[in-house]
């Protein structure tokens, strides 16, 4: 009996040390799949384990609904909700320029029959938006949500399934409030809304649901349409989190504490920009920004990503041929870090290791102003070789002057900064038609501000080697600069000298799409001019030996040239047929694959005795089977 006693006293004692937290359930962290609801969770989780918490992290569980009834359920303790989407999933509705505390508490108090409570504001705001390719906009006249609505029935719309669901502040209510219907819809799941912006950048659809706080608004220069009507309520980050869970893990409230107001807008763009721009886990930049932060203790982890960043001109369309090759490199190479890189001089970026890429045209690979002996045509900028040939490039040449009808009658011509590809082209063209014209670099950190430094330079021309579509020569041609035609390129030998540069035509259907419904500014008839490459350039590899005092020494770029396993991935990528200019140097891997030369018809004299031995074998082996045998009646 007393063994018995003391075997029940044993159980309870340790049911009760059980119940008392021995071995506590985790704290369940939930949140959606986007980079900043993500990142926001997983600072609630590092700090809780940093605690003592046990945690179970629930990323991507679903949208705003799925998490809130996963709450009540008790499968999840908290998660990051924004104070507009709160409203929404309650039915309400607020104005713009309602007070951030009256807000909460309404929050608060609607939440309060659940057991559920609303933290104090996180510093940021993620609210949701229209935005469009900046070019698109311009060329449609578009600013406000008014303007998209005269224009929607022509157009395609891009939402994910949680905003095309939601009755308070989704699409319907949107579009009735502005009265406007797309002539489609294009839905993604809430896990998908990624492709939302390769499609608005790909032009597959002309609008898409964004959110404010995502570093890709910047990095693809979208631009955010004006809520001009105030739709959309404010939409403060916070976290949502179950009474019971403060009263489990007491040490959650010091942490939530600790989280308010601590995450700016900037803040979470630079993070988000990491994971999403930078392809880096969500969970180590938060754990990198906490160290630095101060806040836990560690070392930041050296990161074994690749880096693959791409440089381009400050005029280049991130929203266009600098967008699409960067997608590109993204899918082809998912474990790398891949990003622009603005740069005034794209291949100097390689050569000092910045990136191991650079968008230029083919005239960048050269440094016109002489001529090298050994071939005829100016020297090539050492150090670089071509990876892949992503479209074409064709001089705008502006008239800045009212007087100025001709090329030769410049004596100023405003161009991009040295070692730009339209530094190299306008002097290319300087010299291959002898004009007595200077020239004069400009720069600008966006295409804008070079639009304004190439008008303010007090030239007579600007000059840009470009795509069709760049936003600097669409700002110029919508400020009512004309384009004046290069003529007289086939004279001399100017196609041996300078064979980058080919005689060829803008015509006005070529801007077209960017003036709809209007005549092209500065381009009412074709424009003789000249095309050439756009290439994707990486380190090429050292090809010249010295003799120096420890030695033979090579001339090594800091970055070493991309294996050919990776200039092919690039150009399945981008897939275009045509070849690159002999003249530039190009990949190892681009090189032409030779026939398989055939077998040598000679064998060698070992395998000529080894033939012949078989063949007397075989005679040998037939003369035993067909010999005649002998009668045995006539040996006796």
Known sequence: MMRFQFLLSSLIATAVLTGCGGDRQPLQVGGQESPENRIVAELVAELASES??????????????????????????????????????????QAPGAD???????????????????????????????????????ALGIVSYSDLARRADRLALGVDSEFLARSVDGLAPLSRRYGMQFRQIIEREVGDRNELYDQLIDGDIDVALVRSADA???MFGLRVLEDDLD????????????????????????????????????????????????????????????????????????????????????????????????????RSFPTSDVNLVRSSDPLGAIEDGS??????????????????????????????????????SILHTFALGPD?????????????????????AAQSIIDGLELSAVLEPVAGDTPGDLADALIDSGADIAMLMQPVGNSTALTLLERGLSLI????????????????????????????????????????????????????????AARETVLGTQGPASFIPRALPLTDQAVER????????????????????????????????????????????AIALLIWMAWLLFRPLSDPDQDQ
Do not use: C
């Not at 998660?79 to 309650?90: C, D, K, R, S």
């Not at 440094?367 to 071939?375: I, L, N, Q, R, Y």
């Not at 140097?585 to 395998?607: D, G, I, T, V």
């Open 216 to 218: 890709r608004i910047d």
């Open 570 to 613: 690039i150009n399945v990528a981008i897939g275009t047929a045509e070849e690159i200019y002999p003249v530039l140097p190009q990949a190892r891997a681009l090189a032409p694959r030779l026939p398989r030369p055939p077998e040598s018809l000679s064998p060698s004299p070992a395998a000529s005795g080894l033939s012949l031995l």
């Open 355 to 392: 990136v191991r890429l650079a968008l230029v045209s083919a005239p960048a690979f050269f440094s016109p102003g002489s001529v090298d002996p050994a071939t005829g045509q100016p020297p090539l900028r050492g150090g670089f070789e071509a990876v892949a040939l992503v479209g074409s």
């Open 485 to 540: 035609p290069v003529t007289n390129w086939n004279r001399g030998n100017n196609r041996i000298v300078f064979p980058y540069l080919q005689p060829g035509r803008l015509v006005p259907a070529d801007y077209a799409p960017f003036f709809p419904g209007t005549q092209v500014p500065g381009l009412s008839q074709p424009v003789e001019t000249l095309v050439t490459q756009l290439l994707l350039a990486g380190p090429a």
């Open 100 to 138: 951030q505390a009256a807000t909460l508490a309404l929050l608060r108090e609607r939440f309060e029959p659940l057991h559920i409570d609303w933290s104090e504001p996180l510093g940021f705001e993620n609210r949701p938006g229209l935005a469009m390719r900046a070019d698109r906009a311009r």
């Open 231 to 330: 739709f959309f309520s404010p939409h403060d980050a916070a976290l949502v989190y179950r009474q019971a869970s403060v009263r489990r893990f007491p040490e959650l409230e010091t942490i939530l504490a600790q989280l308010s107001g601590k995450i700016g807008d900037e803040q979470i763009r630079a993070l988000s920009r990491r994971v999403t721009l930078r392809g880096e886990d969500p969970r180590d930049v938060v754990r990198a920004e906490l160290i630095r932060l101060g806040l836990i203790e560690g070392e930041v982890p050296t990161r074994d990503r690749q880096a693959l960043s791409l440089a381009v001109s400050p005029s280049a369309n991130a929203d266009g041929e600098a967008g699409t090759v960067l997608r590109q490199l993204r």
């Open 404 to 424: 100025i009808d001709r090329l030769e009658d410049a004596r100023v011509i405003a161009t991009g900064p040295q070692g730009s590809s339209s530094y190299s």
């Open 52 to 93: 003592g918490i046990p945690v179970k992290r629930r990323m991507g569980l679903g949208d705003s609904r799925i998490l809130l009834e996963a709450l009540k359920r008790g499968e999840i303790d908290l998660y990051p909700e924004y104070t507009g989407a709160g409203l929404g999933l309650l039915g309400l509705a």
